[in-house]
Nanobody, 128 residues
Framework: QVQLVESGGGLVQAGGSLRLSCVASGGTFSRYGMGWFRQAPGKERTFAAAISWSGGMIYYADSVKGRFTISRDNAENTVYLQMNSLKPEDTAVYYC?????????????????????WGQGTQVTVSS
């Protein structure tokens, strides 16, 4: 069972950038589809971005498309989320998650319940 640890969150002004990292251990990282989700105070956890095990398929929520970039380095067991042009509404706890399902379709990678392993989360706060 893989374990996940996120880092890279913080406080940034609107228009700024942050890069989140998620390091995996205890499993074969290259076998997992990876996703980034976020949860704002008082709201449900929602999908932000996902990448298939090979990196060949990438998906984004409409709210982050064009501003966020997900990538992975299977040699380093790490998935990244580069966040540019940040807005106050991006403020949330960001979680990375892993799914071991063989199917790596859009529905699988963008659905919260697909993911079986979650990190502890990292806070991102964007000030106006």
């Amino acid at each position: 069972q893989v374990q996940l640890v996120e880092s890279g969150g913080g406080l940034v002004q609107a228009g700024g950038s942050l890069r989140l990292s998620c390091v995996a251990s205890g499993g074969t990282f290259s076998r997992y589809g990876m996703g980034w989700f976020r949860q704002a105070p008082g709201k449900e956890r929602t999908f932000a971005a996902a990448i298939s095990w090979s990196g060949g398929m990438i998906y984004y929520a409409d709210s982050v498309k064009g501003r966020f970039t997900i990538s992975r380095d299977n040699a380093e067991n790490t998935v990244y989320l580069q966040m540019n042009s940040l807005k106050p509404e991006d403020t949330a706890v960001y979680y990375c998650a892993a799914t071991g399902l063989a199917s790596q379709t859009t529905k699988v990678l963008t659905t919260t319940r697909t993911y079986t392993t979650w990190g502890q989360g990292t806070q991102v706060t964007v000030s106006s």
